[in-house]
């Protein structure tokens, strides 16, 4: 018989972006994800053009978090895309040891490949 056995040590936040760039458009749904590695675990801020969001106000924004051993995935849901929800998303991460940013960049409207 085995047995696994996870061990975790102090360690500052880094992060990675799933995506940096996503295309959509109106009436889509998408998913903003960032993922944590950091011990503790971070606790994470989220802004939207600079500024913080605040999920009680926008109905059609949830945020969710998935872990696994010595890894965070936070993720936004966006549904039913409006003009006003394109820009660039940050996801800020921190414990008491720092902090990590990533950011995505949320575009809208035809995309012309050449």
């Not at 959509?24 to 675990?41: M, N, Q, R, T, W």
């Not at 924004?61 to 696994?68: F, Y």
């Amino acid at each position: 018989m085995s047995k696994s056995i996870f061990v975790s040590f102090p360690d500052e936040p880094s992060v990675h972006v799933v995506e940096e760039v996503i295309h959509s458009g109106p009436g889509e749904d998408i998913l903003v994800k960032c993922s944590f590695s950091a011990s503790p675990s971070v606790d994470v801020t989220w802004k939207h053009n600079g500024s913080d969001i605040d999920f009680g106000l926008r109905s059609n924004l949830v945020s969710e978090t998935q872990t696994e051993p010595g890894m965070e995935h936070w993720i936004i849901k966006l549904s039913d895309l409006k003009d006003t929800d394109f820009g660039e998303y940050s996801c800020k991460g921190s414990n008491y040891l720092g902090e990590a940013e990533g950011t995505v960049s949320l575009s809208g409207g035809v995309l012309i490949v050449v």
